[in-house]
C-alpha cells in the first residue's frame, strides 16, 4: 500500500522512469509517465429548443430541435502509473486527469427560439481518477504492446454547458469505464483508448463516451479526439404550437434524446 | 431466439475470452523463461493458496432461482445473467475503505460528547451539551486509524445483474440489481489451503415482470386486478448483513468446493414484494488452469424445495 501511494508520489515529482526509451511494458510495473496536452475540438450539437426568458412562442411547423455549432480549446495534466502487480502478473495501477477549458458560443442555424443566455461560451475544468488494471502485455523484439482496463470516477464543473445551464446546474459527476491499447514499434508508439462516462448526477441522463487515437514518437504525441454525448431528457412536455412555453425548461418530448459530438486535433509531450 | 440459445451463446463468448487470454498469458510464460517475466507461475498449481496473493476474477454468469428460488406460483423461475467481479488483497476495497475512515476520522474533532441535559426554562425548552477534550493519545489513534485500515486487505465482490444480456420478457423474467460483498478471508497454512471468509453483504436486485399464475403471487389476495389469471408483478430482493462463506479443495488445485450464507438482518420480507431471503448456496469451482475457472452452484432459500442454479466461466487476472 505504502508503495503504491509513494509511487504516485515520485511520479508527481518527476523522478520515475521515462516513458520513450527504456519503457518495457513487460516489465513495466514501476513506470509512469506525465502528459501535458492541448488540444481543439470543433463541437456540433442537436438540442431541445429552449425558450427565451419571457416565454417565446413556438412557431407553427417549427421543429422541436435545433442544431448548432461551437469551438472548444483545452489544456489538460495527465498521470499515469501502474506500482504493483497481482500473482497473475496484472500491473496494478492508476491515472489522473486534469483539464482545464474553455468553449465559445453556440451558433444556431435556429436561433430565433434559444434562449441566448443558455448559448454562451464559458470556462470549464474536469478532474478524474480511475484505478488501472494492465491486463495483457508482452515485448518481442522491437514491438510491444499493452491493453489497460481501468474504473473511476470524476466531476466536471461548466456553468455554461446548456445541459447544465438548462437546469440551473454547474456541475455533474461520473463514473469512469475506460479501455486503452498502446502499440510500440521501437520508439514509434500508436495509441487508442476510450472512455466511457455516465453521469452520476445531475437532472439529466448522459452517455458520453471520450475516444482518443494517437502517434507518439519518444515523448511526443499527435491525435484525434471524439467526444460524443447522449442526452435524454427527464421528460418535458411538448408546448402546443403557439403556446408559449415556460421559460427554463426544455421545450421536448419525454425521453427525447439529443446529442453533442466533439471532433479535433490535440498534440501532447510526455514526461 | 431461443433461450437456451441464447444461454449457450452468453457461455460460449466466456469460454471464448477465458481462452484467448489463456493463450495470451501462455505467450508471456515463454518470455518468463527468458527472464522478461518477473513472476513465474506454473499453470495450475495454486489452487485454493491464490487467496494468499493478490488478485481479480471476472467472469460471466447465468442461471435461475437464486435468492427468488421460493417464490410460489411462477409460470417461469426468475432468470439471471451478469458479470462477477472479485478483488482479493486489492487496492479498490483498501482505498474506498481508506477514504471513509479517513472522512469519519476528520468529522471526529477533537471533542466528545459526554452526555446532555434539557430543560425547560420560562416558554424556551434548552439543551446543554457536555464535551471532553480527548486525549494525546487517543487523537493520534484517530489519526493512525486511516492508514491502519489501507494497510489491512480486504476482500470484495460485486455481482452485477442485468436484465439487458438476455432480455427480460414476461416468458423470461430476468433480474436487474447487484449483490455487494466487502469482509476478509481466514486460510490455513497449508499448500492447498481451506479458508473462511465473512463479510459485509448489501444485495439489491428487481424483476419487473414476473408472470404468476392465476391466483398467485404477491397480490393474488389482495384484490388486485388480474390475479385472477395469469399475470405480471413486480418482485424486490434487498439483503443487508452478513456473508458466510466456507471453500475448500477437494482435488487438487483443480477442484473446489464451497457453501455460503447469506444473513439477512432486514428479518421478514416487507410486504409480500420486498422479499428478505437468506439465500444459501453452494457449488463447485473448476480450475481449468489458474486463471480459468468456471463454477456451478445451487441455491436455496429458507427451506424451500425450489432450487435454483448458476453457471458461470471467467478469468483471473
Known amino acids: ?13 518527476c523522478v520515475s522512469p521515462a516513458l520513450a526509451d527504456d519503457f518495457d511494458p513487460a516489465n513495466g510495473w514501476g513506470t509512469s509517465f506525465m502528459r501535458f496536452t492541448g488540444t481543439y475540438l470543433h463541437g456540433n450539437t442537436e438540442r431541445p429548443l429552449s425558450p427565451a426568458a419571457g416565454g417565446a412562442v413556438r412557431p407553427a411547423g417549427s421543429p422541436n430541435t435545433t442544431k448548432g455549432s461551437y469551438n472548444n480549446v483545452e489544456l489538460a495534466f495527465d498521470l499515469y502509473g501502474f506500482f504493483d502487480q497481482t500473482i497473475f502478473g496484472t500491473f496494478l495501477g492508476g491515472e489522473m486527469s486534469t483539464a482545464l477549458g474553455s468553449h465559445g458560443q453556440t451558433s444556431f442555424d435556429t436561433p430565433v427560439a434559444t434562449d441566448p443566455a443558455k448559448s454562451k461560451g464559458g470556462t ?64 514509434i508508439g500508436f495509441h487508442g483508448s476510450i472512455h466511457y462516462l455516465p453521469n452520476i448526477s445531475g437532472a439529466y441522463k ?26 435524454w431528457t427527464p421528460g418535458v412536455a411538448v408546448p402546443a404550437v403557439g403556446v408559449p412555453a415556460v421559460p427554463g425548461s426544455l421545450v421536448a418530448a419525454k425521453d427525447d434524446k439529443f446529442s453533442q459530438t466533439e471532433f479535433g486535433v490535440f498534440g501532447a509531450y510526455g514526461f | ?23 495470451a498469458y501462455t505467450e508471456k510464460e515463454a518470455h518468463a523463461e527468458n527472464g522478461d517475466r518477473m513472476i513465474p507461475i506454473t499453470v495450475s498449481a495454486i489452487g485454493t493458496g491464490r487467496y494468499a496473493g493478490r488478485f481479480y476474477e471476472v467472469g460471466a454468469f447465468s442461471g435461475v432461482g437464486g435468492p427468488f428460488s421460493n417464490v410460489k406460483g411462477l409460470v417461469n423461475p426468475i432468470g439471471f445473467s451478469g458479470v462477477r467481479v472479485l478483488e482479493n488483497q486489492g487496492y479498490v476495497s483498501k482505498f474506498s475503505l481508506g477514504m471513509l475512515v479517513a472522512l469519519a476520522a476528520g468529522m471526529a474533532g477533537d471533542k466528545q460528547l459526554t452526555g446532555s441535559k434539557t430543560e425547560r ?99 393474488a389476495t389482495t384484490g388486485t386486478p388480474g390475479a385472477t389469471a395469469e399475470h405480471i408483478e413486480k418482485l424486490t430482493y434487498t439483503n443487508l448483513g452478513l456473508m458466510l462463506e466456507f471453500q475448500a479443495p477437494i482435488i487438487g488445485s483443480y477442484l473446489e468446493g464451497f457453501a455460503r450464507w447469506d444473513l439477512n438482518v432486514l428479518g421478514k420480507n416487507n410486504g409480500q414484494q420486498d422479499l428478505h431471503g437468506h439465500p444459501f448456496r453452494a457449488g463447485l469451482v473448476v480450475n481449468a488452469s489458474d486463471r480459468i475457472f468456471g463454477r456451478a452452484y445451487g441455491s436455496v432459500v429458507g427451506f424451500s424445495t425450489n432450487v435454483g442454479w448458476v453457471l458461470e466461466a471467467g478469468v483471473r487476472l
Open chain 1, 206 to 231: 448522459q452517455r458520453e463516451s471520450r475516444t482518443e487515437l494517437c502517434a507518439t514518437f519518444g515523448s511526443f504525441a499527435a491525435g484525434v479526439r471524439l467526444n460524443r454525448l447522449s442526452i
Open chain 2, 121 to 219: 426554562r420560562g416558554d424556551y425548552i434548552v439543551r446543554t451539551d457536555y464535551y471532553r477534550q480527548r486525549t494525546p493519545e487517543e487523537m493520534a489513534a484517530i489519526a493512525a486509524a486511516p492508514g491502519a485500515v489501507m494497510d489491512g486487505e480486504y476482500i470484495m465482490e460485486l455481482n452485477v445483474y442485468s436484465s439487458g444480456f438476455l432480455g427480460s420478457t414476461k416468458d423470461r423474467p430476468q433480474a436487474s440489481g447487484f449483490e455487494f460483498y466487502l469482509g476478509d478471508r481466514i486460510t490455513s497454512s497449508s499448500s492447498q489451503p481451506v479458508s473462511f471468509q465473512w463479510a459485509f453483504a448489501y444485495s439489491k436486485l428487481t424483476v419487473s415482470d414476473a408472470l404468476f399464475k392465476a391466483g398467485q403471487g404477491p397480490n
Open chain 2, 1 to 23: 431466439m431461443p433461450c437456451k440459445t441464447r444461454y449457450f451463446r452468453l457461455t460460449t463468448c466466456s469460454l471464448a475470452v477465458a481462452i484467448a487470454l489463456t493463450f
Open chain 1, 124 to 187: 470549464w475544468f474536469k478532474f478524474d481518477f480511475a484505478f488501472d488494471f494492465d491486463v495483457l502485455h508482452f515485448k518481442k523484439g522491437p514491438v510491444a504492446a499493452r491493453l489497460v482496463g481501468g474504473l473511476g470516477t470524476g466531476f466536471e464543473y461548466d456553468a455554461r454547458r446548456w445541459y447544465l445551464a438548462d437546469r440551473n446546474e454547474s456541475w455533474r459527476g461520473y463514473t469512469i469505464a475506460l479501455a486503452r491499447l498502446q502499440v510500440w514499434v521501437r520508439e
Open chain 1, 1 to 13: 500500500m505504502k508503495r503504491f501511494f509513494l509511487g504516485v508520489i515520485l511520479a508527481m515529482s
